[in-house]
C-alpha cells in the first residue's frame, strides 16, 4: 500500500547522508520533496500541510543542529510526526465491565463490513473471548447469507432472524435492523456471549437514510465502540466519508480495509489526523487470518523502510509449535544431523506463518529488494514440498543414498525436472554442513571472527605478521637496512641475566654434558 510513498522518502533522505551539517537550503529542500511525496500518495492536503510545518519547525530547532548526526536525526523527527498522525498510541478494545461488550460497525457499502466481522470475531475468539455476530444488513442482497459462511468458516456463531433482502417478506417487522440488534443483544446475554459483533448497512455513498438507521441501532443498544470501516483505496474522499459518519454516528475508532492493495494509501494517513479518532485494525488480505491490530509506530516504520520485527515475532509465536521448537533445539543441542524430514517440518512451520512475501517485506530494507520479492513465486514452497514427500522416509533420513534413478523416481513423483531435485539436494546439503558447524560451535562457515560464533582462525594457525615493506627509494631503502642490522647486532649483544626456570646468576656450560664446540650458541661463560 505504501511503496510508492516508502520509496520517495526513502530517496530523500539519502541525499541528506554524509552531510555533517544542514544548512536552511537542505531543510527546505527535504521538507519540499516529502510535501511531494505525501501529496502523490493522496495524503489530505490540510494534513500535509500541517506534516510539514512541524517537521520543518523541528528540523530549523537545536536537535537537529547539534546532532552528530543530522541526517539520521531528521529521520527520526520524520518517524515521529508519522506516529503521530497515525494515532500516536495503539489503541485497543474497551471492554465493558458487565454484561456483553457490545462492537457496532459502520461503513459504506464494499468496505469490507462483513467480512472484518469475521476477522474480528476470529481475532477476539483466539483471545479467550466468545463472540457472537448480529445480521442486521438487511438491505444488501445475500448479506445475511454470506454472514453466515463467514461466520461458519471463524467457528463464531450468527443471530440472522431475519434473512435481508432476498425475503419476498420485507414488510414483515422481523425486517427492521433496529429491532434485529436488539434482539441480538438479548439473545447474547442469554447465551453467555461475552462479544456482540452487530454488522449494519452501508451505501455506495453517504445518504440521510442510512445515517438514520445507523443512529437509531447506536440509540438502541448503546454499544461500547463504533468501528468505522473505510476501503484504504478511495484516495482523498476517505476524510468527507469520515467526517460524514463521525458527525452521523460519531464513531469511536477506525479500520482500514484492504490494506494489501496497490493504492498509494493517502486515506489511512488522512483520516485518523483529521478526525482525531484512532485506527484501531487493519485487514491485510481476504482470508480471515489476513487482520492485525494497527500500531502506528510499527506502520511508520514500514513506511519509512525500517522494517516490523516486532510484528514479525508476533506472528511467530502465534503460529509456531513450541513442541517442534523444543524438539529442533534438542536435536540441535545433541548435535545430530538435520534431515529432510526436519526440513519438511520447518517449512510446516514457515507456512504457518502465512505469505512469505509479507513476512519478508517486514525485514529493514525490504524495499531495496521490492522488485525480486514480488516476482518471488509462492508456489516454490509447494514444489519443494513435492519434492520431499516424494522420498521414502528412509531417503529423508539418509539423503546420500538418493542415486541417479532415485532422482528420476522423485522427479517423476512430484512432477519436475531431475535438475530441481538435484538443486535441492545440493542446497540442503550446504545447510546441513552449515548446521553441523554452527552445533559443534565452529560458528556459520564463511563468516570468520564473529563474536561467541566461532568461525574464526583455528589455534596453532595464526597468520605471520606481515613484513614491513622496503622503501623504493634507493638511499633510504639502503639506510632501513643498515638500521635493520643495528638493531640484530644490539639484540645479540643482549645477554639474559636469568634462566627461564628461575636459576639467577651464571653457569658453568661445561658441566652440561654437550657436544663439543655447542656452548657457544648459549651465550653464557666461556
Known sequence: MFNSLSDRLTATFKNLRGKGRLTEADVDATVREIRRALLDADVAVPVVREFTSRVRER?????????????????????????????????????????????????????????????????????????????????????????????????????????????????????????????????????????????????????????????????????NEVLFVIDSMIGQDAVNTAMAFDEGVNFTGIVLSKLDGDARGGAALSVASVTGKPVMFASTGEGLDDFELFHPDRMASRILDMGDVLTLIEQAEKSWDKDEAARMAKKFADQEDFTLEDFLAQMQQIRNMGSMKKMLMMMPGAQNIRQQLEQFDEREIDRVEAIVRSMTPHERVAPKIINGSRRARIARGSGVHVSEVNGLLERFAQAQKMMKKMAAGGGIPGMPGMPGMGGGARKGNKPAPKKKARSGNPAKAAQELKDAEARRAAGAKAVPTGASFGQQGDFDPSQLNLPKGFDKFLGGNK
Request: glycine share 10%; net charge positive.
Open 59 to 223: 528540523a530549523l530547532g537545536a536537535e537537529v543542529s547539534g546532532a552528530l548526526n543530522p541526517s539520521q536525526q531528521i529521520v527520526k523527527i520524520v518517524n515521529e510526526e508519522l506516529v503521530e498522525i497515525l494515532g500516536g498510541e495503539t489503541r485497543r478494545i474497551r471492554l465493558a465491565k458487565t454484561g456483553p461488550t457490545i462492537i457496532m460497525l459502520a461503513g459504506l457499502q464494499g468496505a469490507g463490513k462483513t467480512t472484518l466481522a469475521g476477522k474480528l470475531s476470529k481475532h477476539l475468539k483466539s483471545q479467550g473471548h466468545s463472540p457472537m455476530l448480529v445480521a442486521c444488513d438487511l438491505q444488501r442482497p445475500n448479506a445475511v447469507t454470506q454472514l453466515q459462511v463467514v461466520g461458519q468458516r471463524a467457528g463464531v456463531p450468527v443471530f440472522a432472524p431475519h434473512p435481508g433482502a432476498t425475503s419476498t417478506e420485507l414488510d414483515h417487522p422481523a425486517g427492521d435492523p433496529v429491532a434485529v440488534a436488539r434482539a441480538g443483544v438479548e439473545e447474547a446475554k442469554r447465551t453467555l456471549h461475552d462479544v456482540v459483533i452487530v454488522d449494519t448497512a452501508g451505501r455506495l455513498g453517504v445518504d440521510a437514510d442510512m445515517m438514520e438507521q445507523a443512529r437509531q441501532i447506536r440509540r438502541a443498544i448503546v454499544p
